[in-house]
């Protein structure tokens, strides 16, 4: 349970729709990722493995997160995970925020993105838009068992 009574059940992204997400934020090499809401953490291991991205993967749940945190010594240095509730990490650093959240989550959040991304930063949210903002892309993916909304914002 998170302190802000807004939790969001673990349903992990398909690996497909994981790429097609890093690919809409334009992510580049040696650029700093943070997945809100982590979950066993495929998009930090992507965005580091395949995309040579500064990841940093950011998980509530205890289990969740020592899966991602297993995985950080074979991807050091780009791979990275915090255990901490996602309204409560700074993003100011961030290229690309990433995250598949719930409508409710995105509207509370929406404030903290604003006030804490920089100019250029990226955001790509997983079926849900941002409240008040216009998306500068969105796609609709058939992934393996239905179809997925991506929603690409700029700062």
Not at 73 to 88: D, G, I, M, V
Not at 113 to 119: I, K, N, P, Q, V
């Amino acid at each position: 349970m998170t302190d802000t009574g807004l939790d969001v059940p673990f349903v992990p992204t398909p690996r497909p729709i994981v790429r097609r997400m890093l690919s809409l934020a334009d992510t580049r090499p040696g650029e700093r990722l943070i997945d809100l809401g982590a979950g066993d953490g495929r998009i930090v291991m992507t965005a580091a493995s395949e995309f040579g991205a500064r990841a940093l993967g950011v998980e509530l749940h205890p289990e969740r997160y020592a899966i991602i945190r297993n995985s950080v010594a074979s991807l050091k240095p780009n791979l990275h995970a915090l255990r901490q509730n996602l309204f409560q990490t700074d993003l100011s650093n961030a290229d690309i925020v990433t995250m598949y959240l719930l409508p409710s989550v995105n509207e509370a959040l929406r404030k903290k993105l604003e006030r804490e991304l920089r100019s250029g930063a990226r955001v790509v949210s997983h079926d849900f838009s941002i409240p008040d903002w216009t998306p500068t892309r969105v796609e609709l993916i058939q992934g393996p068992l239905g179809l997925h909304a991506l929603y690409l914002y700029k700062v």
